[in-house]
């Protein structure tokens, strides 16, 4: 295992400066760097000002030296100065980090506890009326717009919501978007009136989750309970639910901890989409932000961070990979 | 036992034989044309982007109005006889602008999946057939492609190049090749040391030869299976930017910039945003069915 270790971590070194220098070079090539767009801004800065501040910070040197100074200042947790935000990118990213969170968990939650048990039910009733049906939903959510599905949410339970004339659905409504409403008292009341704002777009973004998790979940069950030790364990005479649980389940469901694993790093990206419909303050909507008013060094820095951990959940993704499934040796 | 067996095998292969002249000259193709019939579903999918294809195609002649043609007085109207979907807050027949989005967004659809499948199987084919270090540094910038967080970048890059079409579909397809490159790659590991692959060598055919003539049509099964789902996948993807504003930008209508605006009207005129959604949903999701049932009728096996 050690040596695997090893091995995978040596493999990860041209992968990260691959792709470090990929996001290097995306951002850097942007046309009109900090000072072009300074100038932009201000009529009065002369020619020596613009020549003094892009030798001042080093935009007069050529690319590989800067990709060095940029590699060696996020070493340090230096990922750049926000020019639209005035803090340093960094902080800006952690207090946006947490806002996702605050939608992506219960939206990660909320479809796994339902596509595990669809997925595996699917499966054992291959080709029932509700496999058919949980396909059929897959599919639905894995063609939908994630946008205009909260556009539509917001219709019905924002704007729309015809039952709510019905008093025992009185409370059936939730807000069109927003974080927190109006002067809530700061601490606990904050959090539980969040819960309100959470309601639609951790909703929406489950479904996301959900088709693609029931997909895998199904397959990896389909492809176990056809191999030859459940036929042994049946033959045995254990009870079906033995069977089940003890022998298909729990190979069935190594594939997904890979699947999960490699999904984590979406947690964190938040969603560009869902948050803009919601108006909800997560790293998505301020990538999406920072890129409409040309701060570039937000958005170098948030697709760093990400970058980073696809490749730490990938690692992660293997090891638990070769953990749980003693048929895989690697050494 | 031994001659049990024997029996049974002879029996099979006497009923294989028999059963030959039937299939008769079927090749490949024609049964895969025979089992996708039988896939509802997909020829459903295949009924509806055939549909929309045409619709969008003969734009002008289903509609009096032009895409651009905006009518101050007749702002955010309710669908009427006239304007069968209502107006936007230009004053835009509705209908005209889903009909001409469309050319937009399959045009997009279409040419991103095309050039990610054309630089998919090239880098897979070269990868697979060459080997060696070639094989490695392009299987590792495969990788660092892979492990790009892709809507991000899209987005980045979508803002210096998008607004054309063609930015679009550049930007688009730059992400959409890999799963291609590793399923042909693959295939190409497999293909390559056949005896098919030695006897064109023998015949002295040249490298591009036996590559492109000979084991890159044995391939295709997977590229086109893939490359129908990343249809509706850049679909998807250009919706979305087009939505954040970063993707094709109005007057020129697409599906997602249509959405753009329609939030704000919510709760005035909430149908405006209905039916471009429509559209989105329902082209992809025929896409997606086309793809199941192209898997299901090339090689059910397939994992793409």
Known sequence: MTSYLTRRLLQMVPLVIGISIIIFLLLAAAPGDPVDLLLFGNPHITADDVVRLKHLYGLDQPLHIRYVKWVWAALHGDLGYSRTYKVPVLSLLWERVGNSLWLQVPAFLIALAVAVPVGITSALRQYSALDYGATFFTFFGLSIPAFWFGIMMIYIFAVAHPWTALPALAWLKFPAGGFNSPGVAAGLPTYVDRVHYVVLPALVLSLLFMASYTRYTRSSMLEVIRQDYIRTARAKGISELTVINRHALRNALIPLVTIVALSIPGLFSGAPLTETVFGWPGIGRLLVDAVLAGDFAVAQGIILFLAGLVIAFNLLADVSYALLDPRIRYD | ?304
């Open chain 2, 1 to 304: 036992m031994t001659d049990l067996r024997q029996g049974a095998s002879g029996a099979v292969l006497a009923a294989s034989l028999a059963a030959r002249p039937e299939v008769g000259g079927e090749g490949y193709w024609q049964i895969a044309w025979r089992r996708f019939k039988k896939h509802r579903v997909a020829i459903v999918g295949a009924s509806v982007i055939l549909l929309f294809m045409a619709t969008a195609v003969f734009a002008p002649f289903l509609t009096r109005y032009e895409f651009d043609q905006i009518d101050l007085y007749r702002r955010k109207a309710v669908p009427s006889f006239s304007h069968p979907l209502g107006t936007d807050e230009l004053g835009h027949d509705v209908f005209t602008r889903l009909l001409y989005a469309g050319r937009i967004s399959l045009t997009v659809g279409f040419t991103a999946a095309l050039t990610a499948a054309v630089l998919g199987t090239l880098v897979g084919g070269i990868s697979g057939f060459y080997g060696r270090w070639l094989d490695n540094v392009l299987m590792r910038v495969t990788d660092v492609m892979f492990s790009i967080p892709a809507l991000p970048v899209l987005i980045v890059l979508a803002r210096y190049m998008g607004g054309s079409v063609l930015g679009i579909v550049l930007v688009l397809s730059v992400f959409a090749w890999m799963g291609t490159a590793r399923l042909v790659r693959g295939d190409m590991l497999r293909l390559r040391t056949q005896d098919f692959a030695d006897a064109a060598r023998a015949l002295g055919a040249s490298d591009a030869r036996i590559l492109f003539r000979h084991l890159v049509p044995n391939a295709l099964a997977p590229v086109l299976v893939a490359g129908t789902l990343t249809v509706g996948g850049a679909i998807l993807s250009e919706a979305g930017l087009s939505f954040l504003g970063i993707g094709i930008q109005p007057p020129t209508p697409s599906w997602g910039n249509m959405l753009q605006n329609a939030q704000d009207f919510i709760w005035t005129t909430p149908w405006l945003a209905v039916w471009p959604g429509a559209m989105i949903f329902l082209t992809v999701l025929s896409f997606n069915f086309l793809g199941d049932g192209l898997r299901d009728a090339l090689d059910p096996r397939l994992k793409v």
